[in-house]
């Protein structure tokens, strides 16, 4: 889709989207933008051997800024027309108290890289064509083990039209496409029932839901939900814990990444804030966050922002050398954005979040970490997490894992929390 085309999609053209920047700078504002959003997100879902639920949501409006000093200045329309964008405009004019003198801008198109090229729009493909998935699935599971009582299944797809333009001459747009099958299943032994899932979900069109993944979709959340019955509790107390690569980063996004995300930072409530170019962990330990992975969940061409999105060095060799900035952020501490500017959607203003938040791979192999524990827990999935932003106290509930006796990987284990800080996880 080029430019001409999502703006004919939005209904706008460069004068209209001139005149409403010149409204929002009427009070002498230092800075606007505009953000255009359409989303269309379906659902279809299956319970007791039946496809039973199903819906729809179409979101459409655009969100207007105005950035005075570090004052910001925010106003939204779920009606695109010169009139309402205008009225939207002059409410969040009203930041700034002086005379603004906005010329029109010849804005710059931004070429986006495409990170996720999909073979078939979500718009494209109707209810009739998701419904066999989930009967498929649904079969299989309870085909894969006799124990499965009960399984549910949400397949979900999302597509979102964006449209940024920005008072110092950015354009840019973008098409994101977002996919997610998640299957749960209960299974009963001996009168004792277990619980467990497992999902895919990432920035894919249908053609990803391939028979190797549907495989994965039945084997895998009924092998972790059998593997509960043998599952001891681990005895409480301090131990070490191995994270497995995968989801089990989810500690590593909420517990460490938070905390380098610079709005918490400017505002001094981080332990990172005074922490760059400094030690935060081990010399072989290096933190990135990446929006550039293919059709990954956290991956974008372009941020709400209209910045270049990029691969983020957070801790390189266990030297603390950037947060995650958005336009304000970066602006305060006189660097470069790094694509990190994120808005929940066209009502709200943007915020520096992450993208992509994982560690690299060290020096060390999985089976030499595992060998180096002599009683601990091996940690594959999460839920239920929380944490304290400012110093990084988390709690999480380990869904999957084992024991680790001796360097190997023995019972499975249940009904566990973590508990600890991620500054200090890292540190040590």
């Known amino acids: 889709m080029d430019l001409k085309q999502i703006m004919d999609h939005f209904g706008v053209d460069e004068k209209m989207i001139n005149d409403v920047m010149a409204e929002a700078l009427s009070k002498g504002g230092d800075y606007c933008d505009l953000f255009f959003e359409h989303s269309i997100t379906n659902y279809v879902g299956l319970e007791d051997k039946e496809v039973n639920r199903a819906y ?50 010849k804005f710059s198109l931004y070429k986006n890289p495409e990170y996720y090229k999909i073979e078939t ?79 895919l979900a990432g920035r894919y069109g249908i053609e990803f ?69 400094k030690k935060v962990a081990e010399n072989f330990v290096t933190i990135v966050d990446d929006a550039t992975n293919p059709n990954i969940r956290g991956s974008i061409n372009v941020d709400d922002e209209a910045n270049p999105t990029q691969k983020t060095y957070l801790v ?18 006189k660097v470069k954005p790094t694509g990190n500017g994120r808005r929940e959607s066209f009502r709200f203003s943007p915020l520096p979040r992450m993208r992509n938040t994982y560690m690299e791979a060290g020096p060390h192999t999985k089976e030499e970490i595992i060998k180096s524990v002599k009683k601990g827990i091996f940690a594959e999935s999460f839920t239920n997490g929380e944490v304290f932003i400012g110093a990084g106290d988390f709690t999480f509930y380990v869904k999957s894992g084992y024991l680790i006796e001796d360097g190997k990987l023995t019972k499975p284990i249940k009904d566990v929390n973590i508990i600890g800080n991620g500054p200090e996880v890292l540190k040590n």
């Open 56 to 105: 729809s949501n179409v979101d459409f409006g655009v969100g207007i800024r105005v950035l005075n000093g570090d004052q910001t200045g925010y106003s939204f329309t779920e009606e695109i027309t010169l009139n309402s964008m205008k009225l939207a405009a002059k409410t969040a004019a009203n930041i700034a108290n002086s005379k603004g003198n906005f010329a029109p801008v």
């Open 209 to 277: 839901f391939n028979q190797e993944n549907i495989d994965k979709l039945v084997k895998e959340p009924v092998k972790r939900t059998v593997a509960l019955f043998e599952a001891v509790k681990p005895q409480a107390g301090e131990m070490e814990v191995v994270l497995a690569a995968g989801s089990s980063g989810i500690l590593l996004h909420e517990a460490i990444g938070h905390g380098m995300e610079a709005d918490f930072n400017r505002k001094g409530t981080s332990i990172f804030s005074d922490k760059i170019d």
């Open 316 to 333: 390189k060799d266990g030297i603390l050398r950037s947060y995650l900035h958005d336009k304000i952020s970066s602006d305060f501490y």
């Open 121 to 199: 729009d979500w718009e494209t493909v109707s209810i009739d064509k998701k419904i066999p998935y989930l009967q498929t699935i649904n079969d299989r599971v309870f085909a894969e083990d006799n124990r499965v009582i009960k399984c549910s299944i949400n397949f979900n797809n999302e597509t979102t039209y964006k449209l940024i333009a920005t008072s110092d001459g950015k354009i840019a747009h973008d098409y994101q496409p977002m996919s997610q099958l998640a299957v749960t299943c209960i299974a009963e032994q001996d009168g004792k029932r277990e619980r467990n899932y497992y999902d």
